[in-house]
């Protein structure tokens, strides 16, 4: 058992406010545990309304300086913590594996992502131009400028906490923005660690900001005049809730929501390998990612070929502690989260779906308390059933035969959600024809999940994403600033 002897701190989880930690005032907190050990790991002390001003309040008196100050000196602080981040990238994911549940080699996988969207910021002072015309008009230039605007909040969900944060801080404070965190209550020990980072690298303090607690923290943050803009990302109802009440109140927002995403396999891919890449679209980090691929549509002339490598692929998959070599699915975030993925499989064997692997039943010696669920495949899952359209959040397959890639991109467009697909095919003709019909913002071909790089936007279509300006990249440029022009005569010129 690895000793969390980084965690010390933790204890008692705490707010960074003015470049100081100090505990929120509120008696509302939650007890974390380790998912897979349901050893206690912390207490979260839900962040008070007081406490969500004072966090605004220190923001937006550091921004007066922070925006005024040379792009190059702001993106400094960002090569110090890309620095601190690789230096300490073991023992972060470490945490997260304790904190989370899922394996080791996910949580690496997460901070290296999250780590791409330090770098990509670091470029700000190119991304951050806009253009200039010399004699726009008689006598006159015209140039376009980028300006920050004051303080913005990113509210985030408990299956990326090493990454998803990263989306947003960077870009914020890059930009000339101040920064005000609210971390998922569930995991919320790697942003503990997060922010001692954040606290070496050398940031003005209040540029940036941790606030930790639940709905009424978010809510106290999405109504304070002094937030210019909401981040969120999570599940689909809360995410409409975060965007219409942030947009009644006159901000900017953009709202990352929940999935339904779908792999359509043609009789001219590869099988053996496309199975491998479902299982893992499905199953890695226990099938707690948006981007997962769990519906799975088969052209009918391989369906059982390819039902059979996938329920092999299943059957070879290790469920145990994270921290163990060998695991290859660990444990779902919580008891609870545990019994709405099991309660899903009894709906889908009542809805008639066929089992074709029953993942319920496992064991891991050591470890009794982990809230585990095996793979777990269904084949001839018709469009009509719950665990067709429902997101799971499990590591749950639903299997149907379709009679053509025309029928399977039918299917899938017919869905509320619009995340993420990957088709499976050896023809060109197929994979033009996917990539010009689906419906879908994150879309792959011959590709287990479709995960943008940092320096590309987010993806997220229809009910997985409300707003115009997406995650990551250039789109962030444009969430954190506005812009102005320039018009400017010089008669004797
Ligand atoms: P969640 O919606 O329960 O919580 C997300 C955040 O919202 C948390 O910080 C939480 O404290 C806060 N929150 C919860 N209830 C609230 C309420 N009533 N009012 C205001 N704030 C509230 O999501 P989760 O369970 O933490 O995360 C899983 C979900 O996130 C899944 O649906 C998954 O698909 C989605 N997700 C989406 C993306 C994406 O890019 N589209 C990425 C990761 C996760």
């Known amino acids: 058992m690895v000793e969390l002897d980084s965690l010390g701190k933790a204890d008692t989880v705490r707010n960074y406010v003015g470049g100081d930690w100090v505990t929120p005032e509120s008696d509302d907190e939650l007890v974390t545990t380790n998912p897979t050990t349901g050893e206690e790991l912390g207490r979260v002390p839900f962040s008070s309304t007081n406490d969500v001003d004072d966090a605004v309040r220190t923001a937006n008196e550091a921004f007066e300086d922070w925006s005024g100050r040379p792009v190059e000196e702001r ?38 992502r999250g780590i791409e969207n330090v770098e990509v910021a670091c470029g700000i002072p190119s991304m951050m131009q806009s253009g200039t015309l010399l004699n726009a008009a008689p006598e006159i230039d015209e140039s376009a400028v980028r300006k920050p605007l004051g303080t913005f909040a990113a509210i985030t969900p408990f299956n990326f906490p090493g990454m998803i944060p990263l989306w947003f801080l960077p870009y914020a404070v890059a930009t000339g923005n101040s920064f005000i965190l609210k ?16 606290d070496e690298a050398g940031f003005p303090d209040g540029v940036v900001q941790l606030v930790n607690g639940g709905k009424d923290t978010v809510n106290d943050l999405i109504d304070h005049d002094g937030i210019e803009g909401i981040s969120f990302v999570g599940s689909t109802p809360i995410a409409k809730l975060v965007y219409e009440r942030a947009a009644a109140n006159g901000k900017r927002v953009q709202a990352q929501g929940g999935a339904k995403n779908h792999i359509v396999v043609t009789e001219t891919a590869d099988l053996e390998f496309a199975a491998e890449k479902t299982v893992s679209s499905a199953c890695a980090c226990a099938g707690e990612r948006c981007l997962a691929n769990d519906v799975v549509l088969v052209e009918e002339s391989v369906y059982d070929e390819f039902a059979d490598l996938v329920v092999a692929e299943a059957e070879a998959q290790t469920v145990g502690y994270g921290l163990d ?14 019994t709405t993925v099991r309660n899903y499989i009894q709906t889908g064997i009542e809805e008639g779906a066929t089992m074709l692997r029953d993942g319920r ?26 665990i067709s359209q429902e997101e799971i959040f499990g590591p749950v397959l639903a ?10 991109i039918e299917r899938m467009n017919a869905s509320q959600f619009g995340n993420a697909a990957s088709l499976f095919t050896g023809s060109g003709a197929d994979a033009q024809k996917f990539r010009h019909q689906a419906e879908i913002g994150n879309i792959g071909v011959n590709v287990g999940t479709s995960a943008p790089m940092a320096f590309f936007h987010f993806g997220g279509w ?15 440029i444009q969430f954190y600033t506005d812009k102005a022009i320039y018009i400017e005569r010089w008669p004797d010129a």
């Open 183 to 198: 971390p998922s209550e569930q995991d919320p020990l790697v942003t503990q660690k997060l922010f001692e980072l954040i």
């Open 399 to 408: 299997l149907d035969a379709v009679e053509s890639v025309d029928a399977a």
């Open 361 to 386: 039943d496992v064991d891991v010696d050591g470890y009794e308390e982990g809230n585990f669920v095996g793979p777990t495949v269904f084949g001839d899952v018709t469009e009509d059933m719950v």
């Open 325 to 338: 070599d060998g695991t290859d699915i660990g444990s779902l975030i919580s008891e609870e989260h545990e």
């Open 462 to 476: 229809k009910d997985s994403f409300f707003g115009d300006l997406h995650a990551q990249g250039e789109d962030m």
């Open 75 to 112: 993106i400094q602080p960002l090569f110090e913590l890309k620095s601190l981040l690789e230096e300490n990238l073991d023992e972060l994911a470490e945490i997260l594996v304790q904190d989370h549940g899922k394996t080791r080699a996910e949580a690496r996988g997460e901070l290296r």
